[in-house]
């Protein structure tokens, strides 16, 4: 069964940095354009970043220049680094493809800013 599990949430104060990972199972994810999706409280789901196979990236105008999306491949995993972080980040932070797979939906990984 293929799967995506996505790491490295938590809760941290305003201004702080994080590291989320997904690691996936039965899917190469090196062939694949791949997103960080995040949903807030009452908020629809949201792609925050994304990151083709030959590695260009682009990110929604509310996180650019404070989240980098990367991909190591041999690991088989995309990881995003989110610098001074916002209240308004808070929110669970999913992986998926870009456009998204029903079937590639995880647990996500909770992301709270606060102080």
């Known amino acids: 069964q293929v799967q995506l599990v996505e790491s490295g949430g938590g809760l941290v104060q305003p201004g702080g940095s994080l590291r989320l990972s997904c690691a996936a199972s039965?899917?190469?994810?090196?062939?694949?354009?791949m997103g960080w999706y995040r949903q807030a409280p009452g908020k629809q789901r949201e792609l925050v970043a994304r990151?083709?196979?030959?590695?260009?990236?682009n990110y929604a105008d509310s996180v650019k220049g404070r989240f980098t999306i990367s991909r190591h491949n041999a690991k088989n995993t995309v990881h995003l680094r989110m610098n001074s972080l916002k209240p308004e980040d808070t929110a669970v932070y999913y992986c998926?493809?870009?456009?998204?797979?029903?079937?590639?939906w995880g647990q996500g990984t909770q992301v709270t800013v606060s102080s």
């Open positions: 039965k899917i190469i994810l090196s062939f694949y354009t």
């Open positions: 998926n493809e870009d456009p998204t797979l029903q079937a590639l």
């Open positions: 990151i083709t196979s030959d590695g260009r990236t």
